[in-house]
Protein backbone atom coordinates (compact mmCIF):
# COMPACT_ATOMS: atom_id res chain seq x y z
CA UNK A 1 0.00 0.00 0.00
CA UNK A 2 0.91 3.82 -0.49
CA UNK A 3 2.29 5.74 2.42
CA UNK A 4 0.07 8.91 3.68
CA UNK A 5 1.56 11.90 4.86
CA UNK A 6 -0.50 14.03 7.33
CA UNK A 7 0.29 16.83 9.78
CA UNK A 8 0.22 15.29 13.70
CA UNK A 9 -2.26 17.67 14.89
CA UNK A 10 -4.76 20.60 13.77
CA UNK A 11 -6.86 22.79 15.54
CA UNK A 12 -9.95 24.09 14.57
CA UNK A 13 -13.07 25.95 16.02
CA UNK A 14 -16.31 24.88 16.80
CA UNK A 15 -18.29 25.30 14.00
CA UNK A 16 -16.13 26.31 11.43
CA UNK A 17 -14.90 23.70 9.15
CA UNK A 18 -12.28 21.92 9.11
CA UNK A 19 -10.20 20.81 6.43
CA UNK A 20 -7.21 17.99 7.01
CA UNK A 21 -4.79 17.32 4.41
CA UNK A 22 -2.78 14.68 3.20
CA UNK A 23 -0.19 13.16 0.64
CA UNK A 24 -0.40 10.18 -1.20
CA UNK A 25 2.09 10.67 -3.73
CA UNK A 26 2.82 7.18 -4.59
CA UNK A 27 -0.67 6.60 -4.95
CA UNK A 28 -1.19 3.86 -7.62
CA UNK A 29 -4.37 3.60 -10.47
CA UNK A 30 -6.42 1.08 -8.43
CA UNK A 31 -5.70 2.87 -5.24
CA UNK A 32 -8.34 4.14 -3.01
CA UNK A 33 -7.80 6.99 -0.80
CA UNK A 34 -9.75 6.12 2.84
CA UNK A 35 -10.50 8.43 6.00
CA UNK A 36 -11.33 6.65 9.23
CA UNK A 37 -11.40 8.40 12.52
CA UNK A 38 -10.83 7.40 15.91
CA UNK A 39 -12.23 8.87 18.93
CA UNK A 40 -10.42 8.35 22.08
CA UNK A 41 -10.24 4.01 23.35
CA UNK A 42 -12.64 3.49 20.47
CA UNK A 43 -12.42 1.36 17.68
CA UNK A 44 -11.95 3.36 14.43
CA UNK A 45 -14.79 4.77 12.14
CA UNK A 46 -15.17 4.76 8.68
CA UNK A 47 -15.83 8.54 7.53
CA UNK A 48 -15.47 8.58 3.43
CA UNK A 49 -13.53 7.30 0.52
CA UNK A 50 -12.72 7.89 -3.15
CA UNK A 51 -11.21 7.02 -6.26
CA UNK A 52 -10.77 10.39 -8.24
CA UNK A 53 -14.11 12.13 -8.47
CA UNK A 54 -15.11 14.27 -4.89
CA UNK A 55 -17.01 12.66 -2.66
CA UNK A 56 -19.65 14.14 0.24
CA UNK A 57 -21.61 12.43 2.46
CA UNK A 58 -23.59 12.60 5.64
CA UNK A 59 -20.46 13.02 7.56
CA UNK A 60 -17.70 15.03 5.50
CA UNK A 61 -16.01 15.78 1.87
CA UNK A 62 -13.55 14.58 0.09
CA UNK A 63 -11.05 16.43 -1.96
CA UNK A 64 -9.16 14.94 -4.57
CA UNK A 65 -6.49 16.77 -6.70
CA UNK A 66 -6.72 15.87 -10.48
CA UNK A 67 -3.23 14.19 -10.36
CA UNK A 68 -4.42 12.12 -7.20
CA UNK A 69 -1.28 12.73 -5.18
CA UNK A 70 -3.06 14.54 -2.41
CA UNK A 71 -6.53 14.99 -0.93
CA UNK A 72 -8.53 17.07 1.83
CA UNK A 73 -11.07 15.68 3.85
CA UNK A 74 -13.72 18.69 4.83
CA UNK A 75 -16.00 18.55 7.70
CA UNK A 76 -17.70 21.07 7.27
CA UNK A 77 -19.17 22.47 10.75
CA UNK A 78 -16.74 20.90 13.45
CA UNK A 79 -18.35 19.90 16.64
CA UNK A 80 -16.51 19.06 19.88
CA UNK A 81 -17.48 15.61 19.20
CA UNK A 82 -15.44 15.58 15.97
CA UNK A 83 -12.58 15.72 18.68
CA UNK A 84 -10.18 13.12 17.34
CA UNK A 85 -7.46 11.13 15.42
CA UNK A 86 -8.04 11.16 12.01
CA UNK A 87 -6.57 8.58 9.30
CA UNK A 88 -5.88 8.52 5.56
CA UNK A 89 -5.43 5.62 4.25
CA UNK A 90 -4.96 4.31 0.09
CA UNK A 91 -5.74 0.84 -0.56
CA UNK A 92 -6.65 -1.21 -3.43
CA UNK A 93 -10.53 -1.51 -3.24
CA UNK A 94 -12.20 -4.79 -2.76
CA UNK A 95 -12.34 -7.84 -0.21
CA UNK A 96 -10.20 -8.66 2.43
CA UNK A 97 -7.80 -5.69 1.91
CA UNK A 98 -5.52 -4.88 4.95
CA UNK A 99 -5.75 -1.49 6.22
CA UNK A 100 -2.24 -0.33 7.06
CA UNK A 101 -2.79 2.83 9.62
CA UNK A 102 -0.33 5.93 9.99
CA UNK A 103 0.81 8.06 12.64
CA UNK A 104 -2.97 10.30 11.42
CA UNK A 105 -3.75 13.62 12.64
CA UNK A 106 -5.32 14.30 15.94
CA UNK A 107 -8.18 16.66 15.43
CA UNK A 108 -8.64 19.04 18.22
CA UNK A 109 -12.19 21.15 18.28
CA UNK A 110 -12.31 23.92 20.61
CA UNK A 111 -15.03 26.04 21.81
CA UNK B 1 -23.70 -0.35 8.30
CA UNK B 2 -22.13 -3.61 10.05
CA UNK B 3 -22.18 -4.00 13.41
CA UNK B 4 -19.18 -5.44 15.29
CA UNK B 5 -19.08 -6.17 19.03
CA UNK B 6 -16.69 -7.23 21.38
CA UNK B 7 -15.95 -8.97 24.77
CA UNK B 8 -15.10 -7.99 27.42
CA UNK B 9 -14.88 -4.39 26.58
CA UNK B 10 -12.06 -4.47 29.18
CA UNK B 11 -9.69 -7.33 31.23
CA UNK B 12 -7.37 -7.37 33.64
CA UNK B 13 -5.38 -10.49 34.33
CA UNK B 14 -2.28 -11.95 36.15
CA UNK B 15 0.90 -12.26 34.27
CA UNK B 16 1.12 -16.22 32.83
CA UNK B 17 -2.63 -16.48 32.26
CA UNK B 18 -4.44 -16.39 29.01
CA UNK B 19 -7.26 -14.46 27.86
CA UNK B 20 -9.77 -14.57 25.49
CA UNK B 21 -11.28 -11.96 23.37
CA UNK B 22 -14.27 -12.25 21.39
CA UNK B 23 -14.90 -10.14 18.58
CA UNK B 24 -18.92 -10.59 16.83
CA UNK B 25 -19.76 -9.73 13.27
CA UNK B 26 -23.49 -8.86 14.37
CA UNK B 27 -25.45 -8.36 10.99
CA UNK B 28 -22.91 -9.58 8.63
CA UNK B 29 -21.39 -12.57 7.60
CA UNK B 30 -17.93 -11.96 7.82
CA UNK B 31 -15.64 -14.67 6.11
CA UNK B 32 -12.72 -12.50 6.68
CA UNK B 33 -11.82 -10.45 10.24
CA UNK B 34 -8.53 -8.81 11.35
CA UNK B 35 -6.91 -8.43 14.88
CA UNK B 36 -5.65 -4.53 15.47
CA UNK B 37 -3.52 -3.91 18.28
CA UNK B 38 -2.64 -0.61 19.83
CA UNK B 39 -0.57 0.42 22.50
CA UNK B 40 -0.89 4.37 24.35
CA UNK B 41 -0.01 7.53 22.04
CA UNK B 42 0.50 5.05 18.92
CA UNK B 43 -1.58 3.83 15.67
CA UNK B 44 -3.28 0.78 15.01
CA UNK B 45 -0.78 -2.36 14.60
CA UNK B 46 -2.47 -4.98 12.19
CA UNK B 47 -1.81 -8.17 14.06
CA UNK B 48 -3.57 -11.14 12.21
CA UNK B 49 -5.93 -12.01 9.09
CA UNK B 50 -8.82 -14.49 10.51
CA UNK B 51 -9.90 -16.49 8.18
CA UNK B 52 -13.43 -18.28 8.76
CA UNK B 53 -12.78 -22.25 8.68
CA UNK B 54 -8.76 -21.66 7.71
CA UNK B 55 -5.74 -21.22 9.97
CA UNK B 56 -5.74 -17.15 10.06
CA UNK B 57 -2.23 -15.05 8.89
CA UNK B 58 0.17 -13.70 10.99
CA UNK B 59 1.71 -10.13 10.75
CA UNK B 60 5.82 -10.38 10.48
CA UNK B 61 6.54 -10.07 13.90
CA UNK B 62 3.36 -11.43 15.21
CA UNK B 63 3.92 -14.63 17.38
CA UNK B 64 1.00 -17.26 16.58
CA UNK B 65 1.82 -19.65 19.30
CA UNK B 66 0.97 -16.35 21.43
CA UNK B 67 -1.55 -14.57 20.14
CA UNK B 68 -3.87 -17.71 19.31
CA UNK B 69 -6.77 -16.86 16.31
CA UNK B 70 -10.08 -18.93 16.06
CA UNK B 71 -12.61 -17.87 13.27
CA UNK B 72 -15.03 -21.23 13.53
CA UNK B 73 -18.54 -19.52 12.21
CA UNK B 74 -18.95 -16.68 10.34
CA UNK B 75 -20.00 -14.16 12.76
CA UNK B 76 -17.69 -15.27 15.56
CA UNK B 77 -13.68 -14.58 15.69
CA UNK B 78 -11.86 -14.84 18.84
CA UNK B 79 -8.08 -14.00 19.84
CA UNK B 80 -6.36 -15.44 22.62
CA UNK B 81 -3.64 -14.45 24.28
CA UNK B 82 -1.34 -17.03 25.95
CA UNK B 83 0.80 -16.57 28.75
CA UNK B 84 -0.03 -12.78 28.84
CA UNK B 85 3.09 -10.58 30.35
CA UNK B 86 2.79 -6.91 31.08
CA UNK B 87 4.16 -5.99 27.26
CA UNK B 88 0.97 -7.39 26.28
CA UNK B 89 -1.07 -4.53 27.92
CA UNK B 90 -2.90 -3.17 25.17
CA UNK B 91 -5.79 -2.26 23.03
CA UNK B 92 -6.93 -4.76 20.84
CA UNK B 93 -9.77 -4.24 18.41
CA UNK B 94 -11.44 -6.14 15.66
CA UNK B 95 -12.42 -5.28 12.35
CA UNK B 96 -14.70 -7.26 9.20
CA UNK B 97 -14.29 -6.83 5.50
CA UNK B 98 -17.95 -5.54 4.18
CA UNK B 99 -17.59 -6.24 0.34
CA UNK B 100 -20.39 -4.54 -0.73
CA UNK B 101 -19.91 -1.14 0.92
CA UNK B 102 -15.64 -0.98 0.34
CA UNK B 103 -15.44 -0.21 4.49
CA UNK B 104 -14.12 -1.88 7.15
CA UNK B 105 -16.31 -2.11 10.35
CA UNK B 106 -14.34 -2.15 13.42
CA UNK B 107 -15.28 -3.36 16.81
CA UNK B 108 -15.32 -0.99 20.24
CA UNK B 109 -11.96 -2.00 21.57
CA UNK B 110 -10.86 -4.49 24.15
CA UNK B 111 -8.63 -3.07 27.00
CA UNK B 112 -6.31 -5.49 28.16
CA UNK B 113 -3.88 -5.25 31.45
CA UNK B 114 -1.59 -7.54 32.26
CA UNK B 115 -0.09 -7.42 36.36
Known amino acids: DAKTTQPPSMDCAEGRAANLPCNHSTISGNEYVYWYRQIHSQGPQYIIHGLKNNETNEMASLIITEDRKSSTLILPHATLRDTAVYYCIVMSSGTASKLTFGTGTRLQVTL | GAVVSQHPSWVICKSGTSVKIECRSLDFQATTMFWYRQFPKQSLMLMAT?????????EQGVEKDKFLINHASLTLSTLTVTSAHPEDSSFYIC???????????FGPGTRLTVL
Open chain 2, 50 to 58: SNEGSKATY
Open chain 2, 95 to 105: SNDSPSDNEQF
